[in-house]
């Protein structure tokens, strides 16, 4: 049986990406907004309140934390070219996905965050050179350069849409 929690698989590291990759990856982010939106697409209360999975969010709280954690990460980098290696405090996920907001506000609140912080971050991601996505923030688990975290949010975007596109899926939305 495929792990519901990892759709797509873990994120792994590629050392030395290529040009190439890198611009799939941010081809991925770009995209992100969109098919998050056509995941949801058409889908009644009762379904963006339905976990993807047992003991998992619900679609609304997925979409909530896509908004907060590429939030964040926007942070990060802006933090990661204006200052040395700067410390970056994480947030808790699961605390934030519990609050009134992850969990009764409307997807479209989100939705149309993603596509702003989405636009302006493309802006910002496609003016890095090899120099400025080699840059780095420090949290908890030990430094993080910026073209490893371009990686994982491509992959986090797909892996959390496939969270969506499964379920619905699954149960034939």
């Given at each position: 049986m495929t792990d519901l929690r990892f759709p797509v698989g873990k994120p792994t590291k590629v050392e030395n990406p290529e040009s190439a990759q890198i611009e799939d990856w941010l081809?991925?982010?770009?995209?992100?907004?969109?098919?998050?939106?056509?995941?949801?697409q058409g889908l009644a209360a009762a379904q963006l309140d339905t976990p993807y999975r047992e003991g998992g969010w619900t679609v609304r709280q997925v979409i909530h934390h896509v908004a907060d954690s590429h939030m964040h990460s926007y942070a990060r980098f802006r933090?990661?070219?204006?200052?040395?290696e700067p410390t970056i405090?994480?947030?808790?996920?699961?605390?934030?996905?519990?609050?009134?907001d992850a969990k009764?506000?409307?997807?479209?609140?989100?939705l149309a965050l993603?596509?702003?912080?989405?636009?302006?971050?493309?802006?910002?991601?496609?003016?890095?050179?090899?120099?400025?996505?080699?840059?780095?923030?420090?949290?908890e688990r030990g430094p993080v350069s910026l073209v490893d975290?371009?990686?994982?949010?491509?992959?986090?975007g797909r892996h959390?849409?496939?969270?969506?596109t499964a379920l619905r899926q699954r149960l034939s939305w």
């Open positions: 081809k991925d982010i770009e995209e992100t907004p969109a098919r998050l939106r056509q995941a949801v933090f990661a070219l204006t200052e040395p405090h994480s947030y808790d996920e699961a605390a934030w996905a519990e609050l009134p009764s506000a409307p997807v479209e609140v989100s993603l596509d702003a912080l989405h636009n302006r971050w493309m802006v910002l991601l496609r003016s890095l050179d090899s120099a400025a996505m080699a840059k780095v923030f420090v949290p975290t371009i990686s994982l949010y491509a992959w986090h959390h849409t496939a969270h969506i």
